[in-house]
Structure formats: structure tokens, C-alpha cells
């Protein structure tokens, strides 16, 4: 029967994630800088908490679930001579060596952050040849200027894979980037915080309309509920981004602080140690402590401490998390590009994300959001993460593959001493076969226009130019 009405009842599975392990994700991505301004709020909302000159060492039983005793608490964190990590006796003795000249200023454009999240993806070659037209028609804000049939006529590829180019664009950080409006950045933000089913996402996806003419009680009396209901959905609406892309600004200057201090060993090995001059240790206050011991503490003041005792454990323990982890997965990262820090650009090897993963047995996605963001400081100078990971190029068969990093840094140089603008991409490829790059010239073109390179007949002409030559 037409509009007829079923209510049906479909078994399956889903993976839900509780807000603590949300949240210990969010502490797992962010960087240095983040992750203090973050506890610097924790340690407003909750007195239970404090800073350390050294990090306490917590109790085994107490990190496996939330049903945590008050006086085992007072018992443990009475004792104030906690234990430090091998780890920190390596940092403390290297911290006086930070070169603080190397907190450098750091500019990159939201482009080359979309590039990067693109060439880590598993993709095929119709996908990335759309992938990268989408992505150099995204401005500032932002927001896509074109859409997936341009895409797919100018690249000449199937509308298909143009769509699925688009999608994985609209998957990557920051949040929201890729759409074509604004609607469409806020329901891509509001999907992201799983808030699809709700009155939020509603508003944005039918009575997008009404809420931007700031028609909310028509909003109420056609969704039958309270105003208060309505101010309160279009309050979540409020605190997403519009503008995304400005949070990647080419014009954006950021002060870096790497979270990783790598430095040569006696041995002549290298020795990986957490940054502690920016990220606090925190610990249980001694206030709270004794106040926890008291006998004939009230009901309330008891669940007071426990949850505030709760909380700080866990924050105190997702820290730590973070710390190891990032400290497991940039092991990994400098054994395998071992040879750059010996000899230089010319051996950073091509490394992709699973290569890490199988090395510390942790998902991609883990070894992803851990280097996301985040600077290591190497006997070489201050890098990203994400400097370590390169796409591989293919030499030729029997050839071992070069990375794409070493390749572009070499073209930068090559263009550079090129003065008088004789070196055009042919004769560029014949001199990377010199130094060991054996690549085609169409890979020479597209790493030299993605470096926003002039080719060689402009660079000539600019030449004479300032040369005083016309």
C-alpha cells in the first residue's frame, strides 16, 4: 500500500566509542601546546588535581576501571616518593640542550596539509589524479570552488571516482574542509561529533532556511517542541567552525614546539625522550589526600572526591598513554630513517604509516593521530612528523623506490643555483639520474609546479629582469 508505514527490527553490530575513550583519543592527537592549554583548564575545574616537579607513579589496581576506593587513594598518593621513568632521567638531562633558537616559525598552506593527508591515503591512480585537482580548487576558508564533474572532465576520469575523491577529501582535518557551502561544512562537522540523528543536524539539513533567517519559533512549531529545545540545538550549531581552512593558514604563523627530543647517544645510537618543558606532570593534591582519610567525611563530600579522584586518575593515565605511545611509534620512525640523520636529505628512505604500524603493532589510524600535528627535534634541525613519511617513487625494475621528499628537495636546490634559467625539466631529470634519482620528467614537472616552481623559459626571464637585462 502506498505510504504505508513499517517499523522494522534489523540485528547487527556497531562500534560505539564511550566519551573517555573519545576523549583519550583527543589527548592522544594533540600536540604539545594543546595538550598544556588543556590541562591548565583540567586543573581549574578540578581542585583534586595539581602539578608535579616529577610524575607520580600510579597504582596498578587503580588504572583498569572507574569503581575506584577513596582509601586506597589516601593509602597511595600519602607516599611521596614516587618513582621516575628511565625515560625522564634521559629527558631531564637533555633539556638544558633544547635549543630554544629552534622553536621556529612555521608557514604551510592549507593545501599542502590536504596533499599530505592525500598522499598517506590508499588511493588509486583516477582517484588522486581527481583528489588533487579538488584540492588545488579549495580556498582559504576552506571551501571547494568547483565540484566533482569538473573534477572529472579536467582530469579526465570517471565521474565515479571524482565523487569518491570528493568524499575522502570531506573525511580529512581540519573538519569541515571541502564543502561546497556552508550548510555542507556544518553537516560534515555535525556527522564528525556523531550528532547526525540529532535536533542540531536536523535544523542544519531541513529548516536550514528558517534558522538562517532567525525564524526559531517557526523551527519549534513544526518540530512541535519548547523554544529552550530549539536555543539549545542551534547553540551546538553556533560553536562549529565556518571558515575550517583557517585553522591550516598559509598566512598563519605558528610557533613550534617539538614534543620529541632526539639526540646521539654515546653509543652511537639515538636516544628518544619526551619535551617536559611544556606538558606539566600532574599529581593527586595533598589537601584532598588527607580530606579523603577523614572518617566521618559526609555522603556527599564522598562522591564529590570519588568522581573528582576518578577523573584525575583518568586524565593522569591517558597522559601517560599518550607519552608512551608517542615515545613506541618515533622509535620506530628514527630506526627507519636512521640513514637521514646520519647522512642527510639524500637517504630519507620512503616510510608510509603501515610500515610504523607493523613495526610497534598499533593501527594505522593510532600511529596517524599520535603524528598528527606534532614536531620531533633531531640532531638535524626540527621536523614534522610528517616529514618522515614519504611516497614512494619507482625507480624502474629491479630498482629500490626513492622518497618524494628527497626528490623535491633536490629540484628545490637544482632550481635554485639555476641562475640564468637553463635548466628545464628534461635537462632537471638528467641531473636527479646523476645524483641516484632515476624519475620520469612528468614526475619532475608535477613535484616542481606543486612547489609552485616557475618553469624554466619564466625563471629565465625573471632572471634578466632583476639582472637589469631587458
Given at each position: 500500500?502506498a505510504?504505508?508505514q513499517?517499523l522494522?527490527?534489523?540485528?547487527?553490530?556497531?562500534?560505539s566509542?564511550?566519551?573517555?575513550?573519545?576523549?583519550s583519543?583527543?589527548?592522544?592527537?594533540?600536540?604539545?601546546?594543546e595538550?598544556?592549554e588543556?590541562i591548565?583548564?583540567e586543573?581549574?575545574?578540578?581542585?583534586?588535581?595539581?602539578t608535579?616537579?616529577?610524575?607520580?607513579?600510579l597504582?596498578?589496581?587503580?588504572?583498569?576501571?572507574?569503581?575506584?576506593?577513596?582509601?586506597k587513594?589516601?593509602?597511595?598518593?600519602?607516599?611521596?616518593?614516587?618513582g621516575?621513568?628511565s625515560?625522564?632521567?634521559?629527558?631531564?638531562?637533555?633539556q638544558?640542550?633544547?635549543?630554544y633558537?629552534?622553536?621556529?616559525?612555521?608557514?604551510y598552506?592549507?593545501?599542502?596539509?590536504?596533499?599530505?593527508q592525500?598522499?598517506?591515503s590508499?588511493?588509486?591512480?583516477?582517484?588522486?589524479?581527481?583528489?588533487?585537482?579538488l584540492?588545488?580548487n579549495?580556498?582559504?576558508?576552506?571551501?571547494l570552488?568547483?565540484?566533482?564533474?569538473?573534477a572529472?572532465?579536467?582530469?579526465?576520469?570517471?565521474?565515479?571516482?571524482?565523487?569518491?575523491a570528493l568524499?575522502?577529501?570531506?573525511?580529512?582535518?581540519?573538519?569541515?574542509v571541502g564543502a561546497?557551502?556552508?550548510?555542507?561544512c556544518?553537516?560534515?562537522?555535525?556527522?564528525?561529533?556523531?550528532l547526525?540523528g540529532?535536533?542540531?543536524?536536523?535544523?542544519?539539513s531541513?529548516y536550514?532556511?528558517?534558522?538562517?533567517?532567525?525564524?526559531l519559533?517557526?523551527?519549534?512549531?513544526?518540530?512541535?517542541?519548547g523554544?529552550?529545545?530549539?536555543?539549545?540545538?542551534t547553540?551546538?550549531?553556533?560553536?562549529?567552525?565556518?571558515?575550517?581552512g583557517?585553522?591550516?593558514?598559509d598566512?598563519e604563523i605558528?610557533?613550534?614546539?617539538?614534543?620529541?627530543l632526539?639526540?646521539?647517544?654515546?653509543?652511537?645510537?639515538?636516544?628518544v625522550?619526551?619535551?617536559?618543558?611544556?606538558?606539566?606532570?600532574?599529581?593527586?593534591?595533598?589537601?584532598y589526600?588527607?580530606?579523603?582519610?577523614?572518617?566521618?567525611?559526609?555522603?556527599?563530600e564522598?562522591k564529590?572526591?570519588?568522581?573528582?579522584?576518578?577523573?584525575?586518575?583518568?586524565?593522569?593515565?591517558?597522559?601517560?598513554?599518550?607519552?608512551?605511545?608517542?615515545?613506541?611509534?618515533?622509535?620506530?620512525i628514527?630506526?627507519?630513517?636512521?640513514?637521514?640523520l646520519?647522512?642527510?636529505?639524500?637517504?630519507?628512505?620512503?616510510?608510509?604509516?603501515?610500515?610504523?604500524?607493523e613495526m610497534?603493532?598499533?593501527?594505522?589510524?593510532?600511529?596517524?593521530?599520535?603524528t598528527?600535528?606534532?614536531?620531533?627535534?633531531?640532531?638535524?634541525?626540527?621536523?614534522?612528523?610528517?616529514y618522515?613519511?614519504?611516497v614512494?617513487?619507482e625507480?624502474?625494475?629491479?630498482?629500490p623506490g626513492v622518497?618524494?621528499g628527497a626528490?623535491?628537495d633536490?629540484?628545490?636546490?637544482i632550481?635554485?643555483?639555476?641562475?640564468e634559467?637553463?635548466?628545464?625539466d628534461?635537462k632537471?631529470?638528467?641531473?636527479l639520474?646523476?645524483l641516484?634519482?632515476?624519475?620520469s620528467?612528468?614526475?619532475?614537472?608535477?613535484?616542481?609546479?606543486?612547489?609552485k616552481i616557475?618553469?624554466?623559459?619564466?625563471?629565465?626571464?625573471?632572471?634578466k629582469?632583476?639582472?637589469g637585462?631587458?
Open positions: 500500500m505510504g504505508e513499517r522494522d527490527l534489523r540485528p547487527g553490530q556497531r562500534l566509542l564511550s566519551p573517555l575513550l573519545q576523549q583519543l583527543k589527548i592522544l592527537q594533540m600536540p604539545a601546546i595538550l598544556k588543556y591548565d583548564e586543573l581549574e575545574k578540578n581542585p583534586v588535581l595539581e608535579a616537579e616529577r610524575e607520580p607513579e597504582p596498578g589496581a587503580e588504572k583498569t576501571d572507574g569503581s575506584l576506593d577513596i582509601e587513594f589516601a593509602e597511595h598518593f600519602s607516599k611521596e616518593g614516587a621516575t621513568d625515560y625522564e632521567e634521559s629527558a631531564r638531562g637533555q638544558s640542550a633544547l635549543n633558537e629552534n622553536i621556529a616559525r612555521n608557514k598552506s592549507l593545501e599542502e596539509h590536504l596533499l599530505f592525500l598522499h598517506m590508499a588511493v588509486g591512480e583516477d582517484e588522486l589524479k581527481a583528489a588533487e585537482y584540492i588545488g579549495i580556498n582559504e576558508d576552506g571551501y570552488l568547483s565540484g566533482a564533474e569538473e572529472a572532465a579536467k582530469t579526465g576520469v570517471a565521474v565515479e571516482f571524482a565523487v569518491r568524499a575522502l577529501i570531506q573525511s580529512f582535518e581540519p573538519t569541515g561546497r557551502n556552508l550548510r555542507e556544518l553537516s560534515i562537522q555535525l556527522r564528525a561529533k556523531g547526525e540529532t535536533l542540531s543536524f536536523k535544523i542544519v531541513v536550514w532556511e528558517e534558522f538562517e533567517k532567525g525564524r519559533e517557526k523551527i519549534a512549531e513544526k518540530e512541535k517542541k523554544i529552550e529545545e530549539i536555543y539549545k540545538a547553540g551546538a550549531i553556533s560553536k562549529l567552525e565556518p571558515k575550517p583557517l585553522e591550516v593558514s598566512s605558528r610557533y613550534i614546539v617539538p614534543d620529541i632526539v639526540e646521539k647517544n654515546q653509543t652511537g645510537g639515538y636516544s625522550s619526551l619535551n617536559n618543558e611544556v606538558v606539566p606532570f600532574l599529581r593527586i593534591s595533598k589537601f589526600r588527607e580530606l579523603s582519610r577523614k572518617k566521618n567525611i559526609a555522603p556527599e564522598k564529590f572526591l570519588k568522581d573528582k579522584f576518578g577523573s584525575a586518575v583518568w586524565l593522569i593515565n591517558a597522559i601517560d598513554q599518550r607519552k608512551r605511545t608517542l615515545l613506541k611509534v618515533t622509535a620506530a628514527i630506526e627507519a630513517q636512521k640513514e637521514f646520519e647522512n642527510g636529505i639524500d637517504y630519507l628512505r620512503p616510510l608510509a604509516l603501515k610500515e610504523i604500524s610497534t603493532g598499533m593501527h594505522q589510524s593510532t600511529v596517524s593521530r599520535v598528527a600535528g606534532k614536531y620531533v627535534q633531531t640532531p638535524r634541525g626540527i621536523f614534522p612528523f610528517r618522515f613519511f614519504n614512494k617513487i625507480t624502474g625494475a629491479g630498482e622518497a618524494a626528490v623535491k633536490a629540484i628545490k636546490n632550481t635554485e643555483e639555476d641562475k634559467g637553463n635548466m628545464n628534461s632537471i631529470q638528467a641531473v639520474g646523476e641516484g634519482f632515476k624519475v620528467r612528468r614526475t619532475v614537472a608535477k613535484y616542481r609546479e606543486g612547489m616557475l618553469p624554466a623559459i619564466k625563471r629565465k626571464i625573471l632572471g629582469m632583476k639582472g637585462n631587458h
